[in-house]
């Protein structure tokens, strides 16, 4: 997806079908964005290829309402547009921690939350420190890196130790979430985009379900699998169906967003060296700098809520029943809250991005990810003086990840990053 076009573009809006996945691919959802903003904050887009109209929210203040209110918008029936069919009921309904609503939510999320507060990932800190060294080592060298090729593995290095999840299987998981969300990609796709996700789900499901049979339930350990194996709802503990819909859930959230953030990084190093080497010689701006990297990433473009009763949402009456999609890309743009919000700052106060969301489903990872990420962007400053892009970004085709499919970059190494140790020599 395009991230840096001027903000207005005429729409159609008749014609607009915001599922299309190459739309992301090619064009600019910016410029669609920021009209939809100013013209039609709430939406209703039909799709008019026969897969049922959903609502559009795209305006920052209206984002946060509908995420905020599970009693009205409820997650229950699915939070992604992708490929679902919005007629149909949702499979993982209430057993699968983002397709809940509390208090069923709470009892699936809280013992996740207590593996995953600061205290708890902090013991991670040095061996990601030294997964993100090994990562950007090979651009020492001054030879061209495909980063976004990269960066794929970044967060199966850290969400896969954490989950207890086994190394040789990582880049297999890393290709399968992937094809999930891009299965109308060339480059991701096996087929029909339904037979990509089937076949994603099919092995990410196998490979889940090795992982959860492997573990005794008297001890099973204290990775994330391990926590999930151990938890009760109100029925008794976990079936193997909800295991692994929830290991699922964990895996996907980190795979698909972290690396675009990382690719968002090393995009604006390049084009706003001045503002890195700020960062670079006054650490106090380093957690600014990253959130406004994550605001301008914005991976997760959407999220999906139905409405449980009739609600008017800026004016629009929206019946019981209905798809309401919130764009966070969008609201991280929206003149209304940012100010001059195609200004790349990291300096920016406040910043208030939704880029993980907002209310009960927050996301449980962003933690691990804002760590492993100012981890990066530490190392980065640390390994290199500037980076230049070298041919031209190919983005993602997928309407729910703002992602990078390929991009080549050349860094300049500091003079004195040769002592900089792999992590076989640690
Ligand atoms: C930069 C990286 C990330 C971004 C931008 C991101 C974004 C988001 C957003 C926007 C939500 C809210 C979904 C909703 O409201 O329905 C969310 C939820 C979630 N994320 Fe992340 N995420 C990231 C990293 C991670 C990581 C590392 C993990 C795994 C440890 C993860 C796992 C999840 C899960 C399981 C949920 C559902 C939480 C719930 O339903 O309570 N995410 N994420």
């Not at 920021?34 to 109209?53: F, W």
């Not at 300096?347 to 492993?372: D, E, K, M, Q, S």
């Not at 290199?384 to 991009?407: C, P």
Request: glycine share 6%; with cysteine; proline share 8%.
């Amino acid at each position: 997806m395009l991230l840096s076009r001027p903000p207005y573009a005429p729409v159609e809006f008749e014609h607009l079908n915001l599922l299309d996945s190459a739309y992301y691919a090619f064009a600019d959802p910016h410029a669609l964005w920021a009209t939809l903003r100013e013209e039609r904050p709430v939406h209703l887009c039909d799709p008019g290829d026969g897969r049922e109209p959903f609502w559009v929210v795209t305006r920052y203040e209206d984002v946060t309402r509908v995420l905020k209110d599970h009693r009205i918008f409820s997650s229950r029936r699915g939070t992604m547009l992708c490929i679902v069919d919005l007629s149909m009921p949702d499979i993982a309904s209430d057993d699968m921690m983002p397709d809940s609503d509390p208090p069923r939510h709470r009892r699936l999320r809280e013992p996740l939350n207590r593996a995953l507060t600061p205290r708890a990932i902090a013991e991670h800190e040095s061996r990601v420190r030294d997964i993100v060294r090994s990562l950007l080592r090979p651009a020492l060298d001054g030879e061209p890196l495909d980063m976004a090729q990269a960066a794929l593995m970044f967060p199966m290095a850290f969400t896969g130790s954490i989950m207890g999840l086994p190394e040789e299987n990582w880049r297999r998981m890393s290709e399968l979430t992937t094809m999930t969300i891009a299965y109308d990609d060339p480059d991701y796709s096996i087929g029909s985009p339904q037979a990509t996700v089937r076949q994603a789900h099919h092995e990410l499901f196998a490979y889940f379900r090795d992982e959860v049979s492997r573990r005794s339930p008297s001890d099973p350990g204290t990775d994330l699998i391990g926590i999930l194996r151990s938890m009760d709802l109100d029925e008794g503990p976990l079936s193997e169906r909800q295991l692994m819909l929830n290991c699922y859930a964990l895996l996907l959230g980190a795979n698909v967003t972290t690396p675009h953030v990382v690719c968002t990084m090393i995009e604006m190093m390049g084009r706003h060296p001045e503002q890195f080497r700020k960062v670079r010689e006054n650490p106090s701006l380093r957690p600014g700098c990253l959130q406004e990297v994550l605001r301008w990433s914005s991976p997760a473009s959407h999220f999906m809520r139905y409405t449980t009763q009739e609600v008017t949402l800026r004016g629009q009456r929206i019946s019981a029943d209905q798809p309401v999609s919130v764009w966070l890309g969008s609201a991280n743009r929206d003149e209304r809250v940012f100010d001059d919000p195609f200004r790349f700052d990291v300096t920016r106060r406040p910043n208030r991005h939704v880029a993980f969301g907002v209310g009960p489903h927050y996301c449980i990872g962003a933690g691990l990810a804002n760590l492993a990420l100012r981890l990066f962007l530490d190392e980065l400053l640390e390994m290199f003086d500037g980076v230049e892009q070298v041919g031209e970004v190919r983005h993602l085709a997928s309407n729910f990840v703002a992602g990078v499919k390929n991009m080549n970059v050349r860094f300049t190494p500091r003079k004195d990053t040769d002592a900089v140790p792999t992590m076989e020599e640690r």
